[in-house]
């Protein structure tokens, strides 16, 4: 099966990828570096576009070097981040806010927003759930604990008067990384996933799952961040020209991809083929990219909710949380940054 194999060679070459971006010392030396992170999934267009077409080395000029990590999951990045062997990082709201809260001074912050939606519930074909009622007894799928996908598929099931097994209830909660979720999928092991894309995409239409919502329908205006830009704001401060021209690149990035949707898709595939050794099918990458809302926009209000519903689940500590200054803001002139809520 063509997935399955995508699958399981991309999981492969991004543990792999990662590893490598993770074994250098975070001491060495990064003067005229700006070291970049992000995931080999199409929420993360921004960056695997910039980087393929160069745009992002364009604004750099010859005094800066880009050099790039591949990571499965935000909390890698995050530690890279603490680590100081990255610099910036495209993730999802979760390792954002929990990057800004748990970082020394609040080093982590968010830049700009990459991605809006994106994400979906998808049922078994052999599983009958048509509404929230019907998640009694159910084995759901979502990836890591605190992951994005994780707190809305638990805030979902509290809205709902469910609980997990794991706190008295009937909903069993596998959390997974998501080729996992898919080997599940296939064995029907699972009744349902709620996956970003394109892993929703292809439960969807490679494996005949029925898309019981977009997550995006249960957000005010019908969008949420899914994928922001982070930093390090020591490298920002220190470096704020070569920040202003990255995100001058960035927001070209997000308006060349919105031009043109195709011409995204093969820089997608071509990424995925280079950098892992196979690619997706041209209708799983238009459908998942349709799915998104590629967007600069950080869409603070959905920030601050999403805090909100993770703090009600008891992932941000027992002593309350604050997000005061979780945006860093450059003025137009690109002189210095400062902190806005």
């Known amino acids: 099966m063509k997935t399955r194999s995508v699958i399981f060679a991309s999981a492969v070459g991004i543990i792999l990828l990662s590893v490598l971006g ?15 992170a ?9 960056p695997i576009v910039g980087i393929e077409k ?44 929990n990057g800004f809260l748990n970082s020394e001074n609040h080093n982590v912050k968010i830049l700009a927003g990459a991605a809006s939606g994106g994400a979906s519930f998808i049922v078994h074909p052999q599983s009958e759930i048509n ?33 997990t097994a794991d706190r008295g209830g009937s909903v069993i909660v596998y959390n997974i990384p998501n080729p996992d979720i898919y ?31 977009h997550e995006e329908e249960l957000w005010p205006n019908n969008e949420f961040a899914s994928v922001l830009l982070i930093a390090n704001t020591n490298y920002v401060e220190k470096n704020p020209d070569v ?6 690149s960035h927001y070209q990035t997000v308006t060349w991809i919105n031009q043109n ?9 071509d990424f995925l083929d280079s950098h892992l050794g196979q690619s997706l099918s041209d209708d799983v990458v238009d459908i998942a990219l349709s799915n998104l809302v590629i967007t600069g926009d950080p869409l603070p209000d959905s920030i601050h909710s999403f805090a909100e519903k993770a703090d009600a689940l008891g992932y941000l500590g027992r002593n309350g949380y604050d997000l005061s200054g979780i945006f860093y803001y450059f003025d137009t002139n690109h002189i210095e940054g400062e902190n806005i809520t």
């Open 183 to 213: 080997t599940l999928f296939v064995k029907g092991d699972i009744d349902g996933a709620w996956v970003a894309e394109p892993w929703a995409t292809i439960l969807e239409t490679e494996l005949d799952g029925k898309r019981l919502f």
């Open 38 to 46: 992000y995931f080999p999934n199409i929420g993360h267009a921004i």
């Open 131 to 163: 509404s929230a009622s019907d998640f009694v007894g159910k084995k759901i799928a979502a990836p890591q604990i605190g992951n994005t996908q994780d707190v809305s598929l638990r805030h979902y099931l509290s809205e709902h008067e469910l609980k």
């Open 22 to 36: 993770m074994s250098l010392n975070s001491e060495d030396l990064h003067d005229n570096k700006l070291r970049i």
């Open 261 to 269: 949707p195709l011409d995204t898709r093969i820089v997608f595939n």
């Open 54 to 97: 160069g745009f992002f080395e364009v604004n750099m000029g010859n005094t800066t070097k880009i050099e790039t990590r591949v990571f499965d999951s935000g909390p890698q990045a995050i530690e890279s981040l603490f680590a100081n062997s990255i610099d910036l990082a495209y993730v999802g709201p979760g390792p954002a806010i």
């Open 243 to 248: 920040i202003s021209n990255f995100l001058d």
